[in-house]
């Protein structure tokens, strides 16, 4: 993209000025992958975060809330472990992760209150603390900004991811400054789209060196997460430690930016941008599935009709076998509870500059069981991203979900007995 | 069970007097599997119908939904084709189906207004009416009230299901009058339950020799399929097609049952039984999954805990790979709606006689990770039905959801490319 006004860049969460990041393998995970994420601000950074809507909730989550109400305006760092989710681990499980936060603390000489944490994996094992704690002086000495640093600490919150997932850009705002957003993210199974905010799902971080105010960037994460976030699906399960933190620490310098469009512009950018990656790279996926809703009734509706194909494992599994199977479609938007009706029901594949209609005025477009469903399935075969455009007839309102297919795969990832 | 008051049967819908059923191959189905059912009362039926709440509706949905509006009480007869569903398919769709009805009272000898109509299959593509033309004689011909005839019947309407769902049951009236009820179901993908009334999932169909009102059967018939075919799932995807329809001819005399609790058992037991048929042949499962929530604050909560548990594909991939993955089962209930402390929470696995620990006082119980965890993986290995009983510690509520484990059979079965 231009090098303009807003510029894509191949980095990831140590991309603004200011911040230091490292990854390493501490041994929570018997695989030894990397299991230990450190993010350092040089500066206090202003923070924001969403958190699951899951009743049952991991400690992590419940002392990030806290911080978050008790010291907005003094982040300084994040600590994430993966491999365990210090969820319903009771009161010991709280213990460890404030024991963890407060070594993490201690190692980077930062003040109580200033460390955030996330941890992700299997619910119930609670963390090994005492292989963290021998780990913590390596990963701060490992600390950096440079790519390689984004990337290992990108490489260190996954689970059964088989990628990393990072964005970065930069954006010049108003006042003329050039302000840089960095993030990175970890989802594959687990994730839905939660219900009421504050509402979050999987892990994701977010990093600028902007200016901005703590009730402003609250409000630009949570509508741009649910945007973003809040619109992928992989399996319908909401999880316990569903975290999205993001941190502003003011070294870019300039006006506070909390209103600027093109810092909003940048925040829609990584977001979207991890949040399709984390769709894509669903537990099994092979293909990554883009539902647009036109014409609903308003933005609710837009947004229930599109998660609900997003998510319909019938349309996951038809797409997993490049099955143009245009009636499990219309069934999945039938039940979403968006208001339609089926005569001005249209739906479109969309293949580059190229449309394939599916459905027409609510019937299946003609020749569909025979050639053109033919052709079709070789289309579906052949794309990796396959973008569906819905059109209700029912009004001005839109929305995209993103979701993926639904394999052989995930269910040998999640069948399998852990030991 | 006993042949005293309440004695069930191993036969199907025709048990009750004055039903008789048939089922034949006419060549819908490229398989050339049984795809025609007739269904016949001696004499006029009261008639009770549940439907899909999907916005797109098919064909057969609408015409009975008419039907029942206009004719309650007259109830003659029912005709079903399996193999294709008869959605989108606009107003051509209504046009065949009221063909299909007109055909089969004429084949029938019944007077317009008086047969019923269902079909279930692939949406898109049209009943090929004049195969079911050519058959119809045949399929009168057949009609018989025999255990072969109502098994006939039963395999005409299924789709992918590996088996035949019947039940039926005799039951001793408050006034002395032994009724009789008998039914068969189908479903075994594209199986949710819905949500608002009138709600239905799959088809079902039920007959009784019982004399009841039309309001009384109506209201008996929607209370107790709540319990039951609406607490089954599948899949998540609640279809275009489901219809649950109930004939009450009144052959056994005696006063209105409506409210008798002794019919009301009956309908409970023919229901629970066929949904539990269902749940169990679910696309590809080779488990049936019963939750017992206990505990929870009111109804709507104890159900909606429970519908969780059943539908989450964490937990029915765990229960493929046999695996005691307990922490996905408190996850399912974190983000079911249902309000209740984490360490309320108790979660048992039923064996019998015996009961297995799987959460006590949320937390994982002890020795999950090793020794204990292998005994329930055996255990787990060997049912063939699952039940776990959850306490919510919150109130006095209960409610039992039925669902089945996701296997790489129910990606197989709902990705292969149809033609």
């Given at each position: 993209?231009?090098?303009?006004?807003?510029s894509v860049?191949d980095?990831?969460?140590?991309?603004?000025?200011?911040y230091?990041?490292s990854g390493?393998a501490?041994?929570?995970?018997?695989?030894l992958?990397?299991?230990?994420?450190?993010?350092?601000?040089?500066?206090p950074?202003?923070?924001a975060?969403?958190?699951?809507t899951?009743?049952?909730r991991?400690?992590?989550?419940?002392?990030c809330e806290?911080?978050?109400?008790e010291?907005p305006?003094?982040?300084?760092?994040?600590?994430?472990?993966?491999?365990?989710?210090?969820?319903?681990?009771?009161?010991?499980?709280?213990?460890?992760?404030?024991?963890?936060?407060?070594?993490?603390?201690?190692a980077?000489?930062?003040?109580q209150?200033?460390v955030?944490?996330?941890a992700t994996?299997v619910?119930?094992?609670?963390?090994?603390?005492?292989?963290?704690e021998?780990?913590?002086?390596q990963a701060?000495h490992?600390?950096a900004?440079?790519?390689p640093?984004s990337?290992?600490?990108?490489t260190a919150?996954?689970t059964?991811?088989?990628?990393?997932?990072?964005?970065?850009?930069s954006?010049?705002?108003?006042?003329?400054t050039?302000?840089r957003l960095?993030?990175?993210?970890k989802?594959?199974g687990?994730i839905?789209?939660?219900?009421?905010?504050?509402?979050?799902?999987?892990?994701?971080?977010?990093?600028t060196?902007?200016?901005?105010?703590?009730?402003g960037?609250?409000?630009?994460?949570?509508?741009?997460?649910?945007?973003?976030?809040?619109?992928?699906?992989v399996?319908g399960?909401?999880?316990?430690?569903?975290t999205?933190?993001?941190?502003?620490?003011?070294?870019a310098?300039?006006?506070?930016?909390?209103?600027?469009?093109a810092l909003?512009?940048g925040?829609?950018y990584?977001?979207?941008?991890?949040?399709?990656s984390?769709a894509r790279d669903?537990?099994?996926a092979?293909?990554?599935?883009?539902?647009?809703?036109?014409?609903?009734?308003?933005?609710?509706?837009?947004?229930?009709a599109?998660?609900s194909?997003a998510s319909?494992?019938?349309?996951?599994?038809?797409l997993?076998g490049?099955?143009?199977?245009?009636?499990?479609?219309?069934?999945a938007?039938g039940?979403?509870?968006?208001?339609?009706?089926?005569?001005d029901?249209?739906?479109?594949?969309v293949d580059?500059?190229?449309n394939w209609?599916?459905?027409?005025?609510?019937?299946?477009a003609?020749?569909?069981?025979?050639?053109q469903?033919?052709?079709?399935?070789?289309v579906?075969?052949?794309l990796?991203e396959?973008?569906?455009?819905?059109q209700?007839?029912?009004?001005?309102?839109?929305?995209?979900?993103?979701g993926?297919?639904?394999s052989?795969?995930?269910?040998q990832?999640?069948?399998q007995?852990?030991?």
């Amino acid at each position: 993209m231009s090098l303009g006004e807003f510029s894509v860049s191949d980095h990831g969460i140590t991309f603004p000025k200011g911040y230091r990041a490292s990854g390493l393998a501490c041994g929570i995970k018997r695989s030894l992958r990397p299991d230990l994420a450190l993010l350092v601000s040089e500066r206090p950074a202003t923070v924001a975060g969403l958190f699951t809507t899951n009743r049952v909730r991991a400690a992590p989550v419940e002392i990030c809330e806290g911080l978050l109400r008790e010291h907005p305006g003094e982040a300084r760092g994040l600590v994430v472990v993966s491999g365990v989710a210090n969820a319903l681990t009771g009161p010991e499980g709280l213990a460890d992760s404030r024991r963890v936060i407060e070594l993490a603390e201690g190692a980077l000489k930062l003040p109580q209150g200033s460390v955030y944490h996330a941890a992700t994996g299997v619910i119930g094992p609670r963390i090994p603390v005492e292989r963290v704690e021998s780990h913590l002086p390596q990963a701060v000495h490992a600390l950096a900004s440079d790519r390689p640093a984004s990337t290992r600490a990108a490489t260190a919150i996954l689970t059964t991811d088989t990628r990393t997932k990072e964005a970065a850009v930069s954006v010049r705002l108003a006042d003329g400054t050039r302000a840089r957003l960095g993030g990175m993210a970890k989802g594959s199974g687990m994730i839905a789209p939660s219900v009421g905010p504050p509402h979050a799902t999987t892990l994701a971080f977010l990093t600028t060196d902007a200016r901005v105010s703590t009730p402003g960037w609250q409000g630009l994460l949570t509508r741009e997460a649910d945007r973003t976030f809040n619109m992928i699906s992989v399996d319908g399960d909401t999880s316990t430690n569903d975290t999205v933190l993001a941190f502003a620490n003011g070294e870019a310098g300039g006006a506070l930016a909390d209103d600027d469009p093109a810092l909003a512009r940048g925040v829609a950018y990584v977001l979207e941008r991890l949040a399709r990656s984390v769709a894509r790279d669903g537990e099994g996926a092979t293909k990554l599935l883009t539902v647009n809703v036109h014409g609903a009734a308003d933005a609710h509706e837009a947004r229930q009709a599109a998660r609900s194909v997003a998510s319909s494992l019938l349309v996951k599994t038809a797409l997993f076998g490049a099955d143009p199977n245009v009636g499990r479609i219309a069934c999945a938007l039938g039940y979403s509870g968006a208001t339609f009706e089926t005569q001005d029901l249209d739906v479109r594949l969309v293949d580059g500059p190229k449309n394939w209609p599916l459905i027409l005025h609510g019937t299946p477009a003609p020749g569909l069981d025979n050639g053109q469903g033919h052709r079709l399935h070789n289309v579906l075969q052949r794309l990796e991203e396959v973008v569906l455009d819905v059109q209700l007839g029912n009004g001005p309102a839109r929305a995209t979900a993103w979701g993926c297919d639904l394999s052989y795969g995930y269910v040998q990832i999640n069948a399998q007995y852990r030991t």
